[in-house]
């Protein structure tokens, strides 16, 4: 059976008034959440800017971040016995390829691009449009968030390593 053009109309005003409306300030709820997301990012890579004493730009340094994280994933659990011969011909191949094949999956720093999306969430009329961008701005920024919070969780075992040397009187 056909539904007409009035049928139709009728038929979706019925589910939509039986639908639950969103929340009146979800846009901005899911807007702060990503901004906060952002802005700690952000501030991670400041801190591991302004202590890792590597003079760099952010592009280089997420690049850098990028590269080691990649790498990091292509070891073997345990790391690398470099005792056994197999093993020192992974490490030698997984260099290679890292130095041949690897590209950065994020090349240019993307926070204004991210804000920018953020503000567009923040304007959403619509619940299921404001999830969704929620739900695509915050894939986006999964990766990097993990590679800079790796990154930063690295440079604080270092220096709390240095703190201890220190404390033993053994200067690195």
């Given at each position: 059976m056909w539904v007409d053009g009035k049928g139709f109309n009728k038929?979706?005003?019925?589910?939509a008034s039986a639908r639950p409306q969103p929340e009146p300030d979800l846009?901005?709820?899911?807007?702060k959440s990503i901004s906060s997301r952002i802005q700690r990012i952000e501030d991670t890579l400041s801190y591991i800017l302004k202590n890792d004493g590597k003079e760099r730009?952010?592009?280089?340094?997420?690049?850098e971040m990028q590269f080691l994280h990649d790498f990091g994933d292509r070891n073997?659990?345990?790391g690398y016995n470099l005792k056994d011969p197999a093993m020192r011909r992974l490490l030698k191949e997984n260099t290679r390829l890292m130095a041949t094949e690897w590209k950065p999956k994020i090349a240019v720093p993307p926070f204004s691009r991210w804000k920018e999306r953020a503000q567009?969430?923040?304007?959403?009329?619509?619940g299921a449009h404001a999830l969704q961008t929620f739900d695509s701005v915050g894939r986006d920024i999964t990766y990097l968030e993990k590679v800079v919070s790796a990154a930063c969780a690295a440079l604080d075992a270092h220096?709390?390593?240095?703190?201890?040397?220190?404390?033993e009187g053994r200067v690195h």
């Open positions: 038929a979706a005003a019925s589910l846009a901005s709820a899911l807007t730009t952010s592009k280089d340094a997420i690049r073997p659990e345990g567009h969430l923040q304007r959403s009329k619509c220096i709390d390593y240095l703190i201890d040397l220190n404390k």
